[in-house]
Structure formats: C-alpha cells, structure tokens
C-alpha cells in the first residue's frame, strides 16, 4: 500500500508532476476496508475520471427504495405526505441486481421489479404499568414506530424465486412515528428499483468523496524547540520527531493524515521552511455505504457503469460517417 513519498517529495515537484504522472501506470490500492467503508488510492487518473467516478457512485449505482406507499390508516400526528416521505428515505436491504426496472405508469407492480412490505401497528395502553409512572415506554405499548415493523410481503413467486431472501431495512431502530393510546398506521409499501439522479432516496452512498494526496516537504532541518512546534501545526502522525545525534529532528511520517489546515504558515519561523503541495494525479477516496450494499460491491458497479458509458462513446464515435 502506497501512503507518502508517491510520485516525490523534492523542490521543484510543482513543475514537474505533469510530465511524471503520465510515466507512472494507473493502479487501485485498498488501504482500509470496514462493513460499511471502503477507503482506496487512485493513482495515474484524470481528475475528470475521478470526478465521473465520485458521481457515478452518488447518482447513477441503482438501489431499491420505497416509491408508492399506500395508506390505509394513519391516525399518527404525522401526516401522510410526511410519512410516506420518511418510508421513502429508510434504506432497504435488498440487491438491486435481482430485479428489473419498474415500467413507468404501472401500479400494479410484478415480482420481478417490486417489493411490498407492510406496515401495521397500533398503540395500546399498558394495564401493567405502575400507576405513578410517567415513562412513555412504560405506560404504552408500540408507541414508538420504528423501521423493524415493516415488513416483507411477498408478490406473486417471491418465495420461490428468493427462498433464502431476508428483504428488510438495512437498520432496525429508524424511528418512524410516534403513536398515542387509538393511534395507529395501516400502510403498504412498495418498493422499486432506481437511481439517484432521478431521487436521492435510491442513492446507495452516505458519503463519496475524494482528495489529493497531500505532498509535504520540509526544506531544511527542523529540530528542537521549532521541531516541537511543527509537530504541533500538523493533524497527529503527520510529523514525528526522531532523536539523531543528542537533537530532536523532526520529519514527514505520514503526509496522507493531513488536513491541510496551513496553520504552520502562522509560524514565521517556519513558513519558509515547509513547502505545502498535493500529488496531483494520486487520488484518496472515502465510499461510505447505506447499508444496501458493500462498498466494495458499490465501487465494483459503478466501475461497470462508467466502462459502459465509454463504450457507447465509442460506438457513437465509430457510427459517425467519416469525411
């Protein structure tokens, strides 16, 4: 894994990185992979494919999400439009590649492009509760409406075509509503697969985002009292002060955990001493999933998106009549 020193910390590196990034081959390095984040280098790129990359990933990566919700009793404080906008934005777990798009004007929904879910729940008074208690959870039951009450009803062949489905929301304490004693919700869902330029609710990311790698150098020793204070000017781990011959020295540990906050140019003692630059073909990128899918998944699609949209380029090319 690449982290600092790429493609060269050295004077002058402004002027020399556009004839060095074209000598350098293009690669992908993973450096942290979680459940639900997924950071990795570009490097070798353009930053309009960098940028193609970020908004694929944000607009063009299908997912499903709640797009007809149909009400049959609300008696809730909130109101139907307001309901059906919060089932909208709860993140559902289920692969989009398993289903096709829903032809717009159908409302009816088949199997192979809906998934219904329901939601029933009504609030009751607890005879068991202590007579001088005031705690809601304890007075009430099912007075807080949460994500975990939904769920799947199967369409058509459902069953058969997904026996070991579990289609749920990614997170099961997403507060809906809250109900009174009477109160309740009576609503079905229905689910369909989309993108999120049409609505940002099929969006499969939380975050997708990317920065330069940041280029530290330090143009002359630095090294007791002054090592301490440009230790004290960067994000932590970025300098380190090393012991050499009875003097502290300080140096560039780890270039990538900066911030670029520019709070050593405050320093007139050491403004000059720090030349501030960023790698400018050598890309970090944060993909922070919903939950609908692994972030690795999500980078994976939205690399096959972006491959297919140059080759319909291409193919356009290759259709026009040459003169």
């Given at each position: 894994?690449?982290?600092?020193?790429?493609?060269?910390?050295?004077?002058?590196y402004?002027?020399?990185?556009?004839?060095?990034?074209?000598?350098?081959?293009?690669?992908?390095?993973?450096?942290?992979?979680?459940?639900?984040?997924?950071?990795?280098?570009?490097?070798?790129?353009?930053?309009?494919?960098a940028?193609?990359?970020?908004?694929i990933?944000?607009?063009?990566?299908?997912?499903?999400?709640?797009?007809?919700?149909?009400?049959?009793?609300?008696?809730?404080?909130?109101?139907?439009?307001?309901?059906?906008?919060?089932?909208?934005?709860?993140?559902?777990?289920?692969?989009?590649?398993?289903?096709?798009?829903?032809?717009?004007?159908?409302?009816?929904?088949?199997?192979?492009?809906?998934?219904?879910?329901?939601l029933?729940?009504?609030?009751?008074?607890?005879?068991?509760?202590?007579?001088?208690s005031?705690?809601?959870?304890?007075?009430?039951?099912?007075?807080k409406?949460?994500?975990?009450?939904?769920?799947?009803?199967?369409?058509?062949?459902?069953?058969?075509l997904?026996?070991d489905?579990?289609f749920?929301?990614?997170?099961?304490?997403?507060?809906?509503?809250?109900?009174?004693?009477?109160?309740?919700i009576?609503?079905?869902?229905?689910?369909v697969?989309?993108?999120?330029?049409?609505?940002?609710?099929?969006?499969?990311?939380?975050?997708?985002?990317?920065?330069?790698?940041?280029?530290?150098?330090?143009?002359?020793?630095?090294?007791?009292?002054?090592?301490?204070?440009?230790?004290?000017?960067?994000?932590?781990?970025?300098?380190?002060?090393?012991?050499?011959?009875?003097?502290?020295?300080?140096?560039?540990?780890?270039?990538?955990?900066?911030?670029?906050?520019r709070?050593v140019?405050?320093?007139?003692?050491?403004?000059?001493?720090?030349?501030?630059?960023?790698?400018?073909?050598?890309?970090?990128?944060?993909?922070?999933?919903?939950?609908?899918?692994p972030?690795?998944?999500?980078?994976s699609?939205?690399i096959?998106?972006?491959?297919?949209?140059?080759?319909?380029?291409?193919?356009?090319?290759?259709?026009?009549?040459?003169?």
């Open positions: 894994v690449h982290t600092t020193d790429f493609p060269g910390n050295y004077p002058g402004e002027d020399a990185w556009d004839q060095r990034r074209f000598e350098e081959a293009f690669r992908v390095d993973v450096i942290r992979e979680e459940e639900d984040t997924l950071e990795f280098d570009m490097v070798g790129i353009d930053a309009a494919i940028n193609a990359f970020r908004r990933l944000l607009a063009e990566v299908p997912t499903m999400a709640v797009e007809k919700v149909f009400v049959y009793n609300n008696t809730s404080i909130v109101q139907d439009e307001i309901l059906a906008h919060r089932l909208g934005l709860i993140p559902i777990r289920a692969d989009p590649r398993l289903f096709e798009y829903r032809n717009q004007g159908d409302q009816e929904g088949t199997e192979i492009d809906t998934l219904q879910f329901q029933k729940i009504k609030c009751k008074r607890n005879p068991q509760a202590a007579k001088e005031s705690d809601p959870d304890e007075l009430y039951f099912n007075h409406v949460y994500s975990k009450h939904m769920t799947w009803v199967p369409l058509g062949n459902q069953t058969d997904f026996p489905a579990d749920r929301p990614v997170h099961d304490d997403i507060l809906i509503a809250l109900l009174r004693p009477g109160q309740e009576d609503v079905l869902m229905h689910c697969k989309g993108i999120g330029k049409d609505h940002a609710k099929f969006s499969p990311v939380a975050t997708a985002s990317y920065r330069l790698l940041p280029d530290i150098t330090l143009l002359q020793p630095i090294e007791d009292e002054a090592a301490e204070t440009l230790q004290k000017c960067f994000s932590p781990g970025v300098i380190e002060i090393q012991n050499v011959n009875g003097k502290k020295v300080a140096r560039v540990a780890n270039a990538r955990l900066d911030t670029f906050s709070e140019f405050r320093h007139e003692s050491l403004k000059n001493l720090v030349r501030l630059a960023r790698v400018r073909n050598h890309y970090i990128f944060s993909v922070e999933s919903t939950g609908i899918l972030p690795d998944v999500l980078v699609e939205a096959k998106i972006l491959m297919g949209k140059c080759q319909r380029f291409l193919n356009e090319l290759d259709s026009v009549p040459m003169e």
